[in-house]
């Protein structure tokens, strides 16, 4: 229930920027951010005009105050063309997750939340196969992962599964 309040209220309200804990730039929003496990921070950063038809998304993974290790797609261009989103609703909680491919890997970036859990972080396949598993450190995160990302930002669902791994 929190997680569907906080999506709404993230929904009538332009994204937060946060400063110094993503590498999403003043003029750019945070759409999802946390530092995880291994020390390194995951961001996705969108336009101030991010919307069905407008605006760009990027993926950018590294330590801050550095240049990011990746970013994702290398240009700014809307995301419907380069990622997908899923949202499967569990009778105890919820889980959003956005993916894109790069090359032979498929990143997932994902959240959820229920009755006595709660999960975020990154998970790279190749495959079909995961290869690793960064979970975010306790709940020091930004986030816009909502159950309506095809209405908000014009995304495909994402026809592939993901299981969370720990």
Same mark, same amino acid.
């Given at each position: 229930?929190?997680?569907?309040? @906080?999506?709404?209220?993230? @929904?009538?309200?332009?994204?937060?920027?946060?400063?110094?804990?993503?590498?999403?730039?003043?003029?750019?929003?945070?759409?999802?951010?946390?530092?995880?496990?291994?020390?390194?921070?995951?961001?996705?950063?969108?336009?101030?005009?991010?919307?069905?038809?407008?605006?760009?998304?990027?993926?950018?993974?590294?330590?801050?105050?550095?240049?990011?290790? @990746?970013?994702?797609?290398?240009?700014?261009?809307?995301?419907?063309?380069?990622?997908?989103?899923?949202?499967?609703?569990?009778?105890?909680?919820?889980?959003?997750?956005?993916?894109?491919?790069?090359?032979?890997?498929?990143?997932?970036?994902?959240?959820?939340?229920?009755?006595?859990?709660?999960?975020?972080?990154?998970?790279?396949?190749?495959?079909?196969?995961?290869?690793?598993?960064?979970?975010?450190?306790?709940?020091?995160?930004?986030?816009?992962?909502?159950?309506? @990302?095809?209405?908000?930002?014009?995304?495909?669902?994402?026809?592939?599964?993901?299981?969370?791994?720990?």
């Amino acid at each position: 229930m929190r997680f569907i309040l @906080l999506a709404a209220a993230l @929904l009538s309200a332009p994204m937060a920027h946060a400063a110094g804990r993503s590498h999403c730039r003043g003029d750019e929003t945070v759409a999802f951010s946390c530092l995880l496990s291994n020390g390194k921070t995951l961001s996705l950063c969108g336009s101030r005009d991010l919307g069905r038809l407008d605006g760009t998304l990027q993926y950018r993974f590294g330590k801050l105050g550095q240049k990011p290790e @990746l970013e994702y797609p290398a240009a700014l261009e809307h995301p419907a063309s380069h990622f997908r989103f899923k949202t499967v609703a569990y009778s105890g909680g919820i889980e959003t997750w956005i993916s894109f491919r790069s090359g032979a890997f498929r990143y997932v970036v994902f959240s959820g939340e229920g009755r006595g859990w709660e999960h975020a972080g990154v998970q790279v396949e190749r495959s079909g196969r995961r290869l690793t598993t960064i979970d975010c450190r306790g709940r020091q995160r930004d986030a816009i992962m909502t159950p309506n @990302l095809d209405e908000a930002w014009g995304l495909d669902v994402d026809d592939h599964d993901f299981e969370y791994r720990f």
